[in-house]
């Protein structure tokens, strides 16, 4: 389910429907149950589906995540 850039940008609305269709499949829900703006403990996500996700939003729009997570906690710690 990769998001096909026009130029640099992705619209806004391509990228929420991208992350709730990837973050229901991942949490078996139905898509229309989330919300954007619904914090990821409300949905019952634990630290393995978060990282479900990272590595999700790391595939899907060709980022690196988990690896400034790590960074960040290690610096700030």
Known sequence: MA????GNQIP???IERTLLEGIAAIL??????L???RPFHE?????LGLVEILVFIEKT???QLI???AS???NHL
Not at 43 to 47: H, K
């Open 3 to 6: 998001v096909q850039e026009t």
């Open 12 to 14: 806004v609305e391509e």
């Open 28 to 33: 078996s829900v139905d898509k229309a149950s």
């Open 35 to 37: 919300a954007a703006d």
């Open 43 to 47: 949905l019952g996500v634990d630290s």
């Open 61 to 63: 729009f060709k980022l």
């Open 67 to 69: 690896q400034s997570v």
């Open 72 to 74: 960040f906690i290690h």
